[in-house]
Structure formats: C-alpha cells, structure tokens
T-cell receptor, first 114, second 118 residues
Framework: AQSVTQPDIHITVSEGASLELRCNYS??????LFWYVQSPGQGLQLLLK??????LVQGIKGFEAEFKRSQSSFNLRKPSVHWSDAAEYFC????????????FGGGTRVLVKP | GAVVSQHPSWVICKSGTSVKIECRSL??????MFWYRQFPKQSLMLMAT?????????EQGVEKDKFLINHASLTLSTLTVTSAHPEDSSFYIC??????????????FGPGTRLTVT
C-alpha cells in the first residue's frame, strides 16, 4: 500500500524568504504525485502534479516541485513567500487508474512572519 | 471552471439522527466522486469512491451501512451519516473527478462540511 510522509508539521518562514516543504512517498510503481493547498473555508486546491516526464514541475502561485525517484521524494519549493501563502499543504500520491485513489500525507502548516 | 460545492457547510445534529451532505459539481460532469474525512489537525482519509449509477466502493474500515453514499447523477453525490454519534463528528470533504478537456484526471475538491454530533 502507498503512503506519504511529510516530516514537518509546522514551518514558519519570513515573508520574502524561500520555502521548501518535504514529502516522501512509498509506492511500488511509478507514482502520480500531487501537492495541494488548503486554506480555511476553501477546498483543497491543486498546486501541481507529476505524472511523468520532466522531474521539475512548475505549478500555480509560483510553486515548483522536484521528483527524485532515488530518494522517493517530491519536495515543494517557492523562492519568495508571500503572506497569502500561509496555509496547510498536503502532498499526495495517487494509485490506481491515472492516480485516481489519493493517499495524503499528514500535512504541513506554513506560517508566514511579516 | 471546475467548481465543486458542498451543502451544508456546517451542521449540528443530535445523537441518533441522520444527516445528509450534498456534493455537487457545478460546471462539469463528474463520473467519479470521492468522500474524505478529516479529523482536526490531521490529514484527509479516503472513505469511499462512487461512480455515477454504481454502488460506492468503501475503504477498509469504513462502515457502508453507516455512511451511505449515493451518486445518482453526473453532478451530484450525497453522503448520509446514519444514526450519527459524537465520534462521527468530523470534517467531510468531497472531490469530483472529471473536468475541462485534457484534465480529466484531476480531482476538484469541495470546501468541506463540518459535522458536529451532540
């Protein structure tokens, strides 16, 4: 069975600083990988996804993630954080047909200091 | 585009009663809908997958007789929590698969429904 680990429960970063959120997965086949952001009162929003091809994936809101098969990782990065990036971030691995069945990591809450 | 709504956003019910939560895809046809449960400060756990016109597939450990799922149309799925108890209090989130052309594998999530059972 697949699993996802997000080692950092909370991260505090200053506005304008860079951000990196870690994600490690366990899956027996080529994974479908996703990063979602959850803001209060809003549904999860897809930031980016990896299915195949280029291992550096660009997403919305200036986020990018790099798939490293050798490390079973899919870390999310943003060069310069804005106050509006404060939210909960979830990494997920998709199994089944086209990554249909999602298993989520525990989430990382990002706090942005002014 | 690709908006999913849930109704109600928040509901309180008494122990022993049943409550229905609706999940609608507003601007696309969702052949598959998913129901998740999220405990406070925890991750989402998949409860079940429903395909339009078919019986839902429940994850291991999820009681199908307690969490009734109906996916009667391509835009509506409902989750009914029967004989609710305080331990059923949680945040329930649905997602819908299907969307604009070329993005059919993406799941779009609703804003969630907070259920409190007293």
């Amino acid at each position: 069975a697949q699993s996802v680990t997000q080692p950092d429960i909370h991260i505090t970063v200053s506005e304008g600083a860079s951000l990196e959120l870690r994600c490690n997965y366990s899956y027996g086949a080529t994974p479908y990988l996703f990063w979602y952001v959850q803001s209060p009162g809003q549904g999860l929003q897809l930031l980016l996804k990896y299915f195949s091809g280029d291992t550096l994936v660009q997403g919305i809101k200036g986020f990018e993630a790099e798939f490293k098969r050798s490390q079973s990782s899919f870390n999310l990065r943003k060069p310069s954080v804005h106050w509006s990036d404060a939210a909960e971030y979830f990494c997920a691995v998709g199994a089944g047909a086209a990554g249909n069945k999602l298993t989520f990591g525990g989430g990382t809450r990002v706090l942005v200091k002014p | 585009g690709a908006v999913v709504s849930q109704h109600p956003s928040w509901v309180i019910c008494k122990s022993g009663t049943s409550v229905k939560i609706e999940c609608r895809s507003l601007d696309f046809q969702a052949t598959t809908m998913f129901w998740y449960r999220q405990f406070p400060k925890q991750s989402l756990m998949l409860m079940a997958t429903s395909n339009e016109g078919s019986k839902a597939t429940y994850e291991q450990g999820v009681e199908k007789d307690k969490f009734l799922i109906n996916h009667a149309s391509l835009t509506l799925s409902t989750l009914t929590v029967t004989s609710a108890h305080p331990e059923d209090s949680s945040f329930y989130i649905c997602s819908a698969r299907g969307g604009p052309a070329g993005r059919s594998y993406e799941q779009y999530f609703g804003p969630g429904t907070r259920l409190t059972v007293t």
